[in-house]
């Protein structure tokens, strides 16, 4: 019986060190899982919102804007440049450069601007469509799908959708 004791004594510390070993990785794997929901939970406007300072927007054509984030809605941005205010929809981004680590993560507020914004100008805009050449014109009317111009001889309803950015004056 003392011969099988260190022979069992044996397995035993195996089927432990076993145990802990894959009760080590499992805690790893869900800790890295968790990680990743955390990370794809929180969102590029997350982010965005515990960042100050200035940022670079790549938009879908190509262009870049370089400028400060004044507001962060949950369509859109209000960024300041050293020459104008933009608002440029969510969808129109492609990259956000100069965005660094958060430190501490905020929720941005859960607004719509481009509405909101919309509605307190009664300047004349410079709409940029996506496909058509920028128009400028004086907002007349803001809908929730669209935003209708007056331009010299007539008023045009343009789309929102199709916005790239929207020069405030």
Do not use: C
């Amino acid at each position: 019986m003392s011969e099988s004791s260190p022979h069992f004594q044996q397995l035993s510390d195996e089927l432990n060190q076993a145990w802990q070993s894959a009760s080590a990785a499992e805690l790893a794997n869900e800790v890295f899982e968790l990680s990743q929901t955390n990370r794809l939970q929180t969102g590029l406007l997350n982010r965005l919102s515990a960042k100050s300072g200035r940022v670079d927007l790549a938009l879908i054509t190509g262009e870049v804007i370089a400028g400060v984030v004044l507001l962060i809605g949950t369509d859109a941005l209000l960024i300041k440049t050293a020459t104008a205010r933009f608002l440029v929809p969510i969808g129109s981004i492609v990259t956000i450069t100069e965005l660094g680590k958060a430190k501490s993560l905020t929720r941005p507020k859960q607004q719509i601007l481009i509405p909101l914004l919309l509605r307190q100008q009664n300047h004349k805009i410079s709409v940029y469509p996506l496909i058509a050449q920028p128009v400028m014109g004086k907002l007349v009317a803001v809908w929730s799908d669209s935003i209708d111009l007056e331009l010299v001889n007539e008023v045009v309803s343009i789309a929102l959708a199709n916005l790239v950015k929207l020069e405030l004056s």
